[in-house]
């Protein structure tokens, strides 16, 4: 029975399972977010908000390499790596763009939508931290949703920055922030498939 590939099966249907929720509950902060952080001015829920778009277009393309070669994943986790970096620079855009032309960011609005995000990726983190043993497109989705809960928490902190300074300076800062945490998350996602790769064609 060991050999029919069953085991496999059931953490296939897990894995996709996991991964179908937690593409759900981005793809829906992402919109929840973003008209949020528009409202707002805030650069910081902008920048977070494509963050979750980016996990959840991660999510997609994990989702579509379960079941499939080790070659299939490690190109999924590169389209993935790629995506982030692309996301991380329009982040960047935006930040000098709100930095020269200026901002009020709403600190009310940032704290509490960085909460609901919060409470969000905790559970996207708990849901994909079971799978931390799987193939590399699943390590990419624990590394992103690693980092959108410290966006987070750094978006509920500069939205109190904001406040108590009366300042939009801590809304660029995070801004900045998440856009560097976005790219270097993409970054060790390429290096890890690069990684993964190698020792696959080191055991042929």
């Given amino acids: ?44 829920l902008v920048a977070d908000s494509l963050d979750m778009l980016a996990d959840a277009s991660v999510y997609a393309i994990s989702l579509y390499a379960i079941g499939r070669s080790a070659l299939l994943k490690q ?44 409470v969000a990726n905790v559970i996207c983190l708990s849901l994909i931290m079971k799978h931390r043993d799987g193939g ?8 992103f949703s690693a980092n959108d809960v410290i966006a987070n928490a750094g978006v509920i902190l500069s939205g109190a920055l904001v406040w108590w ?12 922030i998440i856009a560097l945490l976005v790219l270097r998350g993409g970054v060790r996602i390429l290096r890890e498939a690069a990684e993964e790769a190698t020792s696959c064609e080191g055991g042929a």
């Fill in 165 to 176: 300074l009366g300042s939009r300076l801590p809304d660029l800062v995070i801004g900045l």
């Fill in 75 to 118: 190109r999924a986790a590169r389209y993935s790596g790629w995506l982030q970096i692309g996301l991380a620079l329009l982040v960047l855009v935006d930040v000098l763009r709100r930095f020269l032309l200026g901002s009020e960011p709403v600190s009310g609005l940032m704290m509490s939508v960085g909460l609901v995000a919060l």
């Fill in 1 to 44: 029975m060991s050999g029919c590939g069953c085991e496999m099966e059931a953490r296939n249907a897990q894995e996709r399972k996991t991964l179908l929720i937690v593409l759900v509950i981005n793809a829906l902060m992402f919109l929840f977010e973003f008209g949020l952080g528009w409202v707002a001015q805030s650069t910081g």
């Fill in 136 to 143: 590399v497109h699943m390590r990419a989705s624990l590394i």
